[in-house]
Nanobody, 128 residues
């Protein structure tokens, strides 16, 4: 059974850092793209970043480019999202999701449509 479990969320002051983890089980990351999405109260879900299968191509939303870094540890079957210089507007529930590489990269990798499997989410709050 394919499963994704996020962790690492919490409360951090503006300018601080957090590292989110997305642990995958039931499949290997080589054949899937893993995306990070977030949703703040009253707002639409937003694609934040994506890392694709074996090519390890990465994609970032303009709002996080230069501040967030996505990476993958094959040995642990885990994808990370390092978030630096956090701002109050980064406050949201963050979700990781998995989709077949071909479907994800054929369209817009930060669009949620081609992602089939989702984690339960982890809350990130940036506040002083």
């Amino acid at each position: 059974q394919l499963q994704l479990v996020e962790s690492g969320g919490g409360l951090v002051q503006p300018g601080g850092s957090l590292r989110l983890s997305c642990a995958a089980s039931g499949f290997t990351l080589d054949y899937y793209a893993i995306g990070w999405f977030r949703q703040a109260p009253g707002k639409d879900r937003e694609g934040v970043s994506c890392i694709s299968g074996r090519s390890l191509s990465t994609y970032y939303a303009d709002s996080v480019k230069g501040r967030f870094t996505i990476s993958r540890d094959n040995a642990k079957n885990t994808v990370y999202l390092q978030m630096n210089s956090l701002k109050p507007e980064d406050t949201a529930v963050y979700y990781c999701a998995a989709g077949r590489v071909a479907r994800v990269v054929a369209g817009r990798p930060l669009n949620a449509v081609p992602y089939d499997y989702w984690g339960q989410g982890t809350q990130v709050t940036v506040s002083s």
